[in-house]
C-alpha cells in the first residue's frame, strides 16, 4: 500500500484481560492484528456485527486505549507508546451516544471551552468567548445557547455539540463511531451531511464506523469489514458493492436491498447462521468458519491472509485466493 497515509496501523492488536465470571483470566481478543491505512482526506468505513472489535479499533487507532501489540504511525512518526498529549489535539473522536459523552454538569459553553483550554487555543477570554460561538454556529447552534446544560437540547442538537466539541482542537483525523445510530432517523441525514461538510472545510480524516451499511456507502471513498477482531475485507466503495470477496462480506451486504433486481439476483444471498462466537476463544484457521456456508478443511485449520485480489480490493479468504 502506497500513499500519502495520515494514519496507519501495522499488525494492531488490542486484548482485554477478563475478570470475574467463567473466563476469568483469560483475554477478550478485541482486536487481534488488523493492519490498514487511512489517506489523509478520505473517509474509511468500518462495518461489522456489533462485538467484532470496531470500536476497540477505532479507539486503539487514537491511543484511547493502548495498543497490546502492533505499531500505530501518524504522518509516518511512530506514536505506538509515544506521550500523547502532543498528538491528542490532532486525533479526535465522535462518540455514539451524544447524551452519555456530554458532561451533564457542565455548560454547552464549559464543555466545547474545556477542550480549548487543554490545548491552550485561545489566548484570552474574548477570543474563547468568540470561538466557541464560532463553533457552536458552525455546527449549526448558536453563541447564545453556550449557557445552556446537554440535557436542554435534543440528540440531534447534543451530537452537534460533540462535534463542536471535537473540532473545537483543530483535529485531523477523527474517528467517528457509529455518530448516528442513536439518533431519530429523520435527523441522522443532516449530521451525515454535516460531517461531509466539516470535512471538506477543515480537511478532516475519518474512520467512520457503523452498522448501517447504507450510511458507510453513501459517505465512505472504502470500506473494511470486520469479524471477530480481524479484518477480513478492504476495498474501494462501488467495488465492495459490486464484487464482495469475502462469504462474511456477502451476508452484510445482501441483507441491504438493492433497487435493481438484475443486479439483486446476481448477488447469490448467503444466509448467516450462528451467533458471532467468543473474542475469548476465537475459532481456529479462519475465524468465521464456524458459520461459513463454504467452509473446508483447510478453512478449520489454515488461518487466510489478507492478500490483494485486484488493485486496492483486499480479502481473507482460502476460496478467493
Ligand atoms: Fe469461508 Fe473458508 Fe473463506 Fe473462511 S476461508 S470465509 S471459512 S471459505
Not at 499488525?11 to 489523509?40: C, M, P, Q, T, Y
Not at 491528542?88 to 447524551?99: E, T, V, W
Request: a neutral charge; one cysteine or more.
Amino acid at each position: 500500500m502506497g500513499g500519502n497515509y495520515l494514519i496507519e496501523l501495522k499488525n494492531l492488536k488490542k486484548h482485554f484481560r477478563v475478570s470475574g465470571g467463567k473466563g476469568e483470566g483469560r483475554h477478550v481478543r478485541a482486536v487481534d492484528g488488523v493492519s490498514l491505512s487511512i489517506r489523509e482526506g478520505e473517509t474509511l468505513g468500518l462495518v461489522g456485527e456489533s462485538g467484532c472489535g470496531k470500536t476497540t479499533l477505532g479507539r486503539t487507532a487514537i491511543r484511547l486505549y493502548d495498543p497490546t501489540a502492533g505499531a500505530i504511525l501518524y504522518r509516518g512518526e511512530d506514536i505506538t507508546r509515544a506521550k500523547i498529549k502532543p498528538y491528542r489535539r490532532k486525533l479526535q473522536i465522535i462518540f455514539q451516544d451524544p447524551s452519555a459523552s456530554l458532561n451533564p454538569r457542565m455548560t454547552v459553553g464549559e464543555i466545547v471551552g474545556e477542550a480549548i483550554d487543554i490545548h491552550g487555543l485561545a489566548p484570552n477570554k474574548a477570543a474563547r468567548a468568540e470561538r466557541i460561538a464560532d463553533l457552536l454556529d458552525q455546527v449549526g447552534l448558536n453563541g447564545e445557547q453556550a449557557n445552556r446544560y446537554p440535557h436542554e437540547f435534543s440528540g440531534g442538537q447534543q451530537q452537534r455539540i460533540g462535534i463542536a466539541r471535537a473540532l473545537a482542537v483543530e483535529p485531523e483525523f477523527i474517528v467517528c463511531d457509529e455518530p448516528i445510530s442513536a439518533l431519530d432517523v429523520s435527523i441522522q441525514s443532516q449530521i451525515v451531511n454535516m460531517l461531509e461538510d466539516m470535512q471538506a472545510s477543515h480537511r478532516l480524516t475519518y474512520l467512520f464506523i457503523a452498522h448501517d451499511i447504507s450510511i458507510v456507502r453513501y459517505i465512505s471513498s472504502r470500506i473494511g469489514v470486520m469479524y471477530l477482531g480481524k479484518l477480513v475485507e478492504l476495498s474501494p466503495r462501488d467495488e465492495i458493492y459490486k464484487m464482495p470477496v469475502h462469504p462474511y462480506t456477502r451476508t452484510l451486504f445482501s441483507a441491504v436491498p438493492i433497487p435493481d433486481p438484475a443486479k439483486s439476483r446476481a448477488m447469490s444471498r448467503v444466509i448467516l447462521e450462528g451467533d458471532i462466537p467468543s473474542p475469548i476463544n476465537p475459532p481456529s484457521g479462519c475465524r468465521f468458519h464456524t458459520r461459513c456456508p463454504y467452509m473446508t478443511d483447510r478453512c478449520r485449520d489454515e488461518e487466510p491472509e489478507l492478500a490483494e485480489r485486484s488493485p486496492g480490493h483486499w480479502a481473507a479468504c482460502h476460496l478467493s485466493a
